[in-house]
């Protein structure tokens, strides 16, 4: 069974950046949420970092973001944070 970000943020719960995703770069998923919902979002690694990657599955055409990159350590950190609603 796959994950689903909860609908509810926790208290405290901490807004990432989302940005244009950068091009070029091969990326490697490792982890992504249910596709049941609109938004799905993975968890990937390029280049020994880590990043969130998001997609909005609009019908025409889908709109993708990223955060920051991180050392993988830490992007796994925030991948659970996200799971559990505490950032977003
Ligand atoms: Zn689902």
């Known amino acids: 069974m796959s994950a689903h970000v909860p609908d509810r943020r926790q208290p405290g719960c901490k807004k990432l950046a989302w940005f244009e995703p950068s091009d070029g770069t091969r990326v490697l998923v490792l982890a ?3 596709d049941c919902l609109a938004m799905v ?10 990043f969130i990657r998001r997609t909005l599955q609009n019908e025409d055409a ?9 050392p993988l ?6 991948w659970a944070a996200l799971l559990t609603g505490m950032t977003r």
């Open 32 to 34: 992504w949420t249910c």
């Open 41 to 50: 979002y993975e968890l990937c690694q390029a280049g020994g970092q880590g």
């Open 62 to 70: 889908p709109e993708i973001r990223e955060t920051h990159r991180w």
């Open 73 to 78: 350590a830490q992007a796994r950190e925030i």
